[in-house]
């Protein structure tokens, strides 16, 4: 098969890594890729919501399968752009329907869905400008901290979570009334706050069976101790210990069954991955989000568990087999830990000379921010390189991508060590 993923960070390396080494996989091109994927693919200039141009490349390049890493591209309907078009309809896309994008790219719409289909979440109420006393007012219904969160994407900052009164209200205003995040703050979502420890379950799923994915944990916060701002993810462990098989199963028959059986009951095409955040509230898992895609830094600590041929996996989701396929999983505990600028989340320095990858032996070294110039490696992003390790148990995973992460060297690098401390 010709194979085209569409994104440029350390999901799409693990992606790309992943399917370069299925016996199906002839041509494997990554648009736009980083250093990284360039060494198991082709790395091509284009833009991932460019849908033309995704065609022109698709057709001109026999692509039988695209798989999507970002939640942009879903969000903006290409799944509905292959489909409605004569050329394209008959490849395959891994992603859902431009409606059940929506399960990401609106707030509101997936906590009614929730509401719906019976699935355990936190209570909320949307508000716009038009009813912002009534958003006060809920508010002052609630016990601290506040959670109030953009209704469409903001790319990860959507959210907050605040402990006064007073300053949820100031901020409540300032994302409706003031565009604090744009369009996608028109609608905020003020929900409850719950308290316990998170975690993600991934689902592959052809719109009627699924396979559930390994369990991982990210790290947002950018300080050690989870302190200080958000960021895209620090780093990941998977499986989660206390997510054990009766855990997963309580998942699996109170959340996971349900969103497939919802999606199909409300006449949603949905063909690919859903990332369910949860916490575990005394033992009660209760849905927070959905994304509509992997997630990351989780899938380079997921995906490599998987010891099946993820292609051949995918494959199943067009041609009806996929029901058929077996998901085996490697029994070790896998641990991803992030090397990030300096500065990030805020304001960092890109272009610093990247070395000592070359020395990394016991960890799989993941590009996220990273591109070549003048054959010397060169930071791109805030984060830049995911190490991700295997061993017997999570303590020992994680010894190895601390001493990865000191290997490799560029000026201003940052990383938590800490990486798994809560459990």
């Known amino acids: 098969m010709n194979v085209l993923i569409l994104g440029s960070g350390g999901r799409e390396h693990a992606f790309a890594w992943k399917i370069a080494k299925s016996s199906s996989c002839n041509n494997l091109f990554i648009a736009p890729g980083n250093a990284g994927t360039a060494e198991v693919g082709n790395n091509v200039e284009i833009d991932v919501n460019d849908f033309e141009s995704i065609k022109k490349f698709t057709l001109s390049k026999g692509i039988e399968m695209v798989v999507v890493g970002p939640e942009d591209p879903l969000v903006n309907g290409i799944y509905d752009f292959f489909q409605e078009d004569e050329e394209l309809q008959n490849i395959s896309l891994i992603g859902p329907s431009k409606d059940g994008a929506r399960l990401e790219g609106s707030k509101e719409f997936a906590k009614e869905f929730m509401i719906r289909h019976a699935i355990p979440t936190a209570k909320y109420q949307a508000f ?9 007012e809920f508010l002052k219904s609630l016990d601290a901290p506040y959670v109030l969160k953009a209704d469409g994407l903001a790319a990860g900052k959507g ?10 209200k100031t901020e409540l205003k300032a994302m409706v009334a003031d565009a604090k995040f744009g369009n996608a703050s028109s ?7 719950l308290s316990g420890i998170e975690l993600s379950v991934f689902v592959l799923t052809d719109g009627d069976s699924y396979k559930i994915l390994p369990s991982a944990k990210d790290y947002k916060r950018i300080g050690e101790g989870d302190t200080g701002l ?18 997963i199963e309580k998942v699996e028959r109170e959340i996971v069954k349900p969103t497939v059986e919802g999606l ?16 575990n509230v005394k033992g009660q898992p209760k849905v927070i989000e959905y994304n509509v895609r992997m997630g990351d830094p989780e899938t380079e600590v997921v995906i490599p568990r998987i010891k099946s041929d993820l292609l051949n996996l995918l494959k199943g989701i067009d041609d009806g087999t996929f029901s058929e396929k077996d998901l085996n999983i490697n029994d070790q505990a896998a641990t991803t830990v992030m090397l990030v600028s300096k500065g990030y989340p805020q304001s960092y320095e890109k272009g610093e000379a990247i070395s000592g990858i070359e020395d990394v032996t016991e960890s799989i070294v993941f590009h996220a921010g990273t591109k070549n110039e003048n054959e010397q490696l060169r930071t791109s992003g805030g984060r830049v390189i995911a190490l ?8 020992k995973a994680l010894a190895k991508s ?6 490799i060297s560029f000026r201003g690098k940052y990383y938590r060590k800490d990486i798994g401390f809560d459990l």
């Open 187 to 193: 609608t905020v979502v003020i929900e409850e706050f």
């Open 159 to 168: 959210v907050l979570i605040l402990d006064n009164l007073q300053e949820a």
């Open 402 to 407: 601390f001493a990865s992460a000191e290997k």
């Open 230 to 247: 958000n960021t895209g993810g620090m780093g990941a462990i998977s499986p989660v210990p206390f997510a054990d098989r009766f855990y």
């Open 388 to 395: 991700t390790s295997f061993g017997e148990n999570i303590e």
């Open 128 to 136: 716009t400008k038009k009813n912002l006393e009534e958003g006060y």
């Open 264 to 279: 199909k009951k409300d006449g949603i095409t949905y063909k690919g991955f859903i990332f369910i955040g949860l916490i």
